[in-house]
């Protein structure tokens, strides 16, 4: 029903992210509330979620990717929403798809909410799906150099003390930027240094 909502932040807490949309105000559940600031006009990438005997539920992503990654963990069996979302709280999209493209059953099962039976199951359910997801062309590659790549990156902004809203905006600023490119790791840097100087 809706793909995504444009408007103003009003506030951002407890994992609920309220946005007013020409007077009227939606609230959304998000993994990370950091990624948004009050008072500053921003796009949210949407899914709409029906709970039986509670109605809709509307939950908000950073990014397509963000809401993509979402919907592969909710495609896994006995995965609801939150449980989604929490795994998304305390794992970027690209750390969680590779961890199950790894098969890292132990770094899985260290999420609150996750145990070791429930991590290997959904490795075993959706690695197949993260290859579809790959294949399609999405903001991350099945070439694990180039996963790497984008890790030592994080890191390296890190290292800058960079804060994880803006290493987040960076990341998916380049990953758009070179979408269907080929390219090397200086590249993503300058790219991701670049956005960020342009922010300040």
Avoid at 28 to 49: D, F, M, N, P, W
Avoid at 172 to 181: A, F
Wanted: proline letters at 2%.
């Amino acid at each position: 029903m809706f793909s995504y909502l444009q408007g103003r932040v009003i506030s951002s807490k407890d994992s609920l992210l309220t946005l007013d949309v020409g007077g009227v105000g939606f609230s959304l559940s998000v993994a990370r509330t950091e990624q948004y600031e009050a008072g500053k006009e921003t796009k949210v990438i949407t899914y709409l979620h029906w709970v039986q005997d509670q109605g809709p539920v509307l939950y908000g992503f950073f990014s397509e990717f963000e809401r993509d990654v979402f919907l592969l963990i909710l495609s896994c069996s006995g995965m609801g929403p939150k449980i989604c979302l929490a795994v998304l709280s305390q794992l970027s999209p690209l750390q969680f798809i590779q961890i199950i493209q790894e098969g890292n059953e132990k770094a899985l099962s260290s999420v609150n909410g996750i145990g070791p039976k429930k991590a290997e199951q959904m490795v075993v359910q959706l690695r197949h799906k993260v290859g579809k997801l790959v294949s399609k062309g999405l903001e991350v590659t099945a070439d694990y150099g180039a996963l790497e790549s984008w890790k030592n990156l994080s890191d390296v902004l890190q290292s800058l003390n960079y804060s994880r809203t803006e290493i987040e905006s960076a990341l998916t600023h380049t990953r758009n930027q070179l979408s269907g490119k080929t390219y090397v790791f200086d590249e993503l840097l300058r790219s991701s240094l670049s956005f960020l100087a342009k922010r300040l």
